[in-house]
Structures are given as C-alpha cells and as structure tokens.
C-alpha cells in the first residue's frame, strides 16, 4: 500500500515536471514566435506602410478680368474639380451657385509646387461670356487674377488598384472617433488588443439570434488581419490574429493603432478602384476632408465598415440610412452625444456628393508623360511613392480638342462615304497636337480618334508627309535673299532627280507667270515654290529643317520644297512656334513638376529654349502665313467664324493622303492631321478635312484668342511697292501700289521698271 502511494506521489511529481517542461517550452516558442512577429510588425510600420499612388494633375486655371470663357466648358470644368451646385449662397468649401450673369463659389483649398492657398469665397460677374470682376467676398476686395486649383486626371496604380489620402489622428472630429468607436470597438481604449468581454458578448448575441449578428474582434485585430493575413477563415489564421493584435498594443501607442486602422480600413469601390481610408472614404461618399465630416456623414462613414458595398450610399441609400441611425443609436447609449444630437441627425437623409468612376483622361497626353517619366522614376516608384506629378495640360483645351476631332471626322465620313470602314481599327483617323508658342507647354494631345481602338499615338509615334504645310521652312530659307515682293517664277518646269525627269504641277491652276513671293505663300503655288527652293539651294533648305530639330532624313531634291519627305507631327508643330515665339525653339514640355508626399519638390522642369532666327524673320513669316488666312488657301476660316487675328498653313500631299493645318495666335498654336493608318486617300484637301476642325477647336477656347497680334520688331520696315513689279512704287504712275514690310536691309530701292 505504501509502495502504491508513493509510486503515485513520483508519477504526479513527473507529470508535473514534464507540464512544467512542457509548459516552460510552449511559453519560450510563444514568445520566440511573438519576438518573430514582432519584428515582422517593426519592419512594416517603420517603412513605408502603404503603396500610395501617385497622381498626375493638369495645370492650375487662371482667370482675370477681361477674360473670355466658354460656359460649356468652364462649368464642366468646375465639376470636374469637385464643385457642387447648390440653392443658396455657398458656405462651405466646393460649393457654388450661378445666378444673373454671377457666379458665386467657395474656392477648394490650392496646393501646387509654387503655392498653397486656403479656399474663401469669390464672386464672379460676367457679361456676355467675359469675366467683369473677381470680388472676394469675405475681404470685399477685388482680385486681379485668380488662380483654381489643378484637377487630378491620373493615378499611377499598383497591382491592387486601391486609392488612399492619408490622415492624421489630429485631423479627425471627435464625431468621427466616436461614431468609429461605437461602430466597432467601443472598448479599443480598454483593452490590450484581444477583448474577452466583446468576444463572450459577441458569442451570446450570435447564439441567441441562431445566426452571425456580431463579430468579436477589436480594431487592432482587424488591423492585424488587414494588414498581415489573408482572408481565409482558420483557426490558425485567427490564432495569429490574436498573437499579432497584442504584439501590437505591446510595441505601439493607442492612437497611433487607431491612425494606422484609419488609413487602412477598406471603404468600397470607385469603379474598378478600391476605396481604402478615411480620407478617401470622406471624399469618395461626400466630397469634402475628414476635418468638416458632420456627425450625421461620420456615422454614415463608420457604418460603412461593417459591408462596404453593401451599406454603400451607392449601392441602397435606405439601407445605409438605417445602418448610420443604428451607429447614431449606439454613440448616444454610450453617452457621447445628447438625445436632442441623436434625434436631429436620425432624422436626416443620407446625401452623397456623387462620383464619376476613375477613367482616364487625356490618355495620349498621359502615355506621353509616362514615356518621359521612366528618366526619373521606375514604375513601381510610380506606383508606391505617393507622388504628385503637376502637368502642362489644359483639361478644357484638351476637351474640345476630342470633341472637335471627332466631330470633323464624322462630319468628313458623312460628306464622302467612300471613307467610312466597318472595321474601327482602320477607320479615317486624325490627331491634334495644341502648345503655348513660347514655353513649349503642351496644353493638349489628341493622338487618335478612339484610344480604346487604338493606342497608337498618331503626334509622336507617326512620320507622314506634311505637303505644303512644310513650304513655310521654304520660304524662310529664302527670306536671306529674297523679300516679300520679290518676284517668283510660276512657269513650268523640268528637273532631273537621279537621272530621271520630274515636272511638279500645281494643284489649282494659276494663270500668272510670276507670282510674288507672299502671294506665291499664301496661295500654296507649287511652281513658285519650288523655282525659290532651286534659286535659294536645296542643301541650305535641309540645313534649316536641322536647325529647326527635325529629326527625320531628309535629301536635297527638289520634291523637297513640297514636302515630300516624313516628319513627325510633333517636331512640326514645335518647328512652327519659333515662329510665334519671336524666333525662339521652345523644347515640348508635358510635365512642370513632381512633389513628393510632404510637398518637396523633387523635379522641375524648366523651359529650355533656343534662338535660331531673328525676331525680324520670325515677325515677317508671321505676316506671310498671316496673308494664307486672308488671301489664301486658309481664307475660309473668315466664313467659319474666326475674326480674330491668325496665321497657319495648309497641307496636302499626293492622292489627297494627308491633310493639315497648323495654325496659331501669338498665345496658341493648334496643328491638325487627318488620314489614314494605311495611307488611304482622304479625298480632300487640308484646307476641306483638317482646317474646319482647327476652326470649331479654337472657337471653344476664346480665352486663349485675345484679338492681339505680334508687334514689330526693330529691323523691320514699311515700304510702298508695285504690286506688278515688286520693287519700289512710282508716285501715280503705279497703278496698283500695295504696302509692304522688309527686312531693314533688304528694302527694295530701285524704283518700278514697267512703270518708270
């Protein structure tokens, strides 16, 4: 009996040793296991913690007094940014109302690379589409200019496509902390990351409903979960959950849990994006920051948590009202707001500001971007680094470039059915390229008719032949010898190109034997032109498309003077505004800054510009492709409604396969193709298929068409010459004197010989 008792005194002792063991061995694995976790959770939240997006903005918009807008556009524009319309006078920050020739609006705040600015209230008068005054309403003063913020037009996603503004927990109401709170964890400032009293009241509430009414997990295991674990549903997985959660409230303050949960938490979906954070969700469902969310949009937002897409505003307005009164209950039963607070907002409606689904903008503008963006970024910086990338592009110039492009082409199809093609990839395309002539700025790009058809970039990627939209690179050329009113040859004749004949024609026939040399211009005579390029030297005119960065070859041949070889739309328009820029190249710029998350800017580009002819040449080009629009091959723009100063030049070549125009003011310059991919003839001239585009385009954008022109510069003169002879006017003996301008030191001074 003794042995027996004492056998069992030693097999207890040993069992008690080897739980003790036992016990001793789990609890170092646990928390060797939780050290690991530990440093897991370290490494995370000490590095970057998200993958923010990077998003690309237009330029800001400026208006002035003085100024004229297109309605259409403008207000387009403004709800684009995020301005909403509402009946009485605007309080809060995107609010406007229009009323009587007056627009009054509570300006957003601005943040650009060079300003930050806080948003206040202006009134805008107008008459007749032009902008009278800009008051400020709450100085009373009156603004010379006014800058509104830049809109986003681009997001530069990663593989999870998730949109993310990150908050401070200084900048969330304490509306939005309780409705939060009572939300989903109303003991999160209690406990120490696991709750046993909400897993046990969760338990009961469940069992006693038959059903899943209740979770039990605290905030900091959702955070866990969200940030650290899959989905899937084990016991496993919820056992780390638990190891992670109090890892956490163990390394990290309360409120720094609490921020980290804010900006992570999941909120729905905008289109193919998903919605994640605070402040994401306060634009996404409101409109506004998470600073002015009200109590009744906080317990919405809370709300939200429990079934994003379910309890969406969206998705079933009811359904969320009644989801944001049961968070509303559940903040008063915890003693954080009054009966009278709970009453007043139960009672109200659940109001979204409303949303357009992320598509993007200006899409061969932005490729054009991205093309460039790789010299400083990798994608994946693109994608992670939260980057504000602030662009040249004007979204209303760009807006009317679309519509105006595929308006004219259906137009074009509808006139001459032989262009219409069942297959949309090979249907009749054209491209729009717009800058400011004296920065480079590109202000829109319009590579195709249709970038979901095809995302070929007809302003960078294409080389066709300009025709005569090249001849101005001609004339200029000749500009060294000859002047305006000197005379050229419109005879036939035959040249001899690698031993064989060539003879170029002219499209419409003139009957004159010699034509002057703007008239020769502005008519687009072949003859002339190129009885000028053989006088001034072929290898001089390749030598000034070089000098002007055309990058395709190009040989000396007489078919040269017409335009017969390619060039690239881009390098063409780029070449025309030396013109415009008083002789200045400008190089094409799409990007003005990148800016980091805390508004450092890490790039910027300046305008990099090149001399290459003088003022005096470029003022007399401007005055020759000034007389196409009133004499010449671009004299229809009249008829079409453009009355303010312009000058440009048309292009056709061969069996109609092109059709141009690049025209331009001395503050815009818009060129224009149509044709084919495959080189089909479009059927008419640029002056019929690319022109009347031009013309509707820069009837929309009246603020950039101000009716000035480009003033002389010294070194040109006015001189009276014979319209027959081109040289000097004989006092009433000339019977058609017309006035002229010259470069200062090739005036003529012979007088008239056929009427001395």
């Not at 003022?615 to 010449?632: C, F, H, Q, W």
Request: with cysteine.
């Amino acid at each position: 009996m003794e042995l027996k008792r004492r056998s069992k005194k030693a097999f207890i002792k040993r069992l008690l040793v080897i739980a003790t063991v036992g016990l001793v061995i789990v609890s170092v694995g646990l928390a060797l296991y939780m050290w690991y976790l530990a440093t897991i959770i370290d490494k995370r939240f000490s590095a970057r913690r998200w993958s923010i997006p990077s998003r690309v903005y237009s330029d800001s918009m400026l208006l002035y007094p003085g100024q004229t807008i297109n309605p259409t556009l403008f207000y387009e524009k403004l709800h684009h940014l995020e301005y909403r319309d509402v009946s009485k006078k605007p309080e809060l920050k995107g609010e406007m109302q229009s009323k009587d020739s007056v627009l009054d609006m509570y300006l957003h705040d601005l943040t650009t690379p060079s300003k930050e600015r806080e948003g206040f209230p202006v009134r805008i008068a107008f008459l007749d589409n032009r902008i009278v005054s800009i008051e400020r309403l709450d100085t009373h003063q009156l603004m010379p200019i006014l800058e509104i913020e830049p809109e986003e037009i681009m997001l530069f996603f990663g593989r999870e496509r998730e949109r993310r503004r990150l908050v401070s927990i200084k900048q969330i109401p304490v509306y939005l902390t309780y409705a939060i709170l009572a939300a989903e964890d109303s003991r999160f400032y209690l406990h120490h990351g696991v709750d046993p009293r909400g897993i046990l009241r969760a338990l009961y509430t469940n069992i006693r409903h038959g059903e899943v009414r209740q979770g039990g997990s605290t905030l900091t295991q959702q955070l866990a979960k969200n940030y650290f674990l899959t989905p899937e549903r084990t016991l496993r997985r919820k056992f780390k959950e638990f190891l992670i959660a109090i890892s956490m409230e163990l390394m990290y303050d309360k409120n720094e849990i609490f921020e980290i949960y804010l900006n992570e938490i999941y909120f729905g979906q905008k289109g193919s994006i998903a919605v994640h954070g605070i402040g994401e969700a306060s634009y996404f469902y409101f409109g506004k920051p998470v600073q002015r969310l009200s109590l009744a949009e906080a317990a919405a937002i809370a709300g939200l948590i429990k079934g994003p897409n379910q309890y969406s505003p969206y998705v079933n307005p009811e359904r969320c009202r009644q989801r944001r009164n049961a968070v509303l209950e559940e903040i008063y039963k915890k003693g954080w707001i009054t009966k009278e607070e709970r009453d007043v907002t139960v009672a109200s409606p659940v109001i979204p500001a409303g949303y357009t689904a992320y598509g993007k903008k200006a899409p061969y503008f932005i490729d054009y971007l991205a093309g460039q963006l790789p010299i400083f970024y990798s994608p994946e910086d693109l994608a992670s680094l939260g980057l504000s990338i602030y662009t040249t592009l004007d979204t209303q110039v760009q807006q009317a470039a679309e519509r105006a492009l595929e308006r004219g082409l259906t137009r074009l199809e509808k006139a001459n059915p032989d262009l219409m093609r069942s297959d949309p990839g090979r249907k009749l395309q054209g491209a729009i390229i717009i800058m400011q002539p004296k920065t480079g700025y590109i202000l829109a790009m319009a590579g195709g008719r249709d970038y979901s058809i095809s995302q070929f970039n007809r302003i960078v990627q294409a080389r066709r032949q300009p025709g005569s939209a090249f001849k101005p690179f001609v004339y200029l050329t000749g500009l060294s010898e000859f002047t305006p009113s000197s005379l050229l040859s419109n005879e036939p004749k035959t040249y001899e190109v690698n031993d064989k004949e060539w003879q170029p024609q002219n499209t419409n026939p003139v009957a004159e034997h010699g034509l002057r040399f703007r008239t020769a211009l502005a008519k687009s005579d072949n003859l002339a032109t190129v009885d000028l390029a053989m006088k001034v030297g072929l290898k001089r005119i390749v030598n000034t498309a070089l000098t002007f960065r055309f990058s395709t070859p190009m040989d000396p041949r007489p078919s040269l003077a017409l335009g017969a070889f390619e060039v690239i739309p881009l390098e063409l328009a780029r070449a025309y505004c030396t013109f415009a820029a008083d002789g200045v190249l400008p190089n094409p710029l799409s990007m003005k800054a990148v800016v980091d998350e805390k508004g450092k800017i890490l790039e910027q580009q300046h305008l990099k510009i090149e001399s290459i002819i003088s003022p005096e040449k470029a003022y007399i080009m401007n005055s020759l492709l000034r007389s196409v629009v009133t004499d010449g091959t671009a004299r229809s723009l009249a008829w079409r409604g453009i009355t303010f100063p312009a000058a440009g030049k048309t292009g056709t070549t061969n069996d109609y396969r092109d059709a141009w125009f690049v025209g331009y003011t001395p503050d815009i310059l818009a060129l224009v193709w149509v044709g084919f991919d495959n080189a089909d003839s479009v059927g008419a001239e640029g002056s019929v298929a690319a022109l009347p585009i031009w013309a509707e385009l820069m009837k929309a954008l009246p603020q950039y068409t101000s009716g000035s022109w480009f003033r002389k510069p010294p070194g040109v003169v006015t001189q009276v010459v014979c319209s027959q002879s081109g040289e000097r006017a004989v006092t009433n003996r000339c019977p058609e004197p017309i006035e002229e301008i010259f470069l200062e030191k090739n005036v003529p001074t012979a007088y008239c010989p056929l009427h001395r």
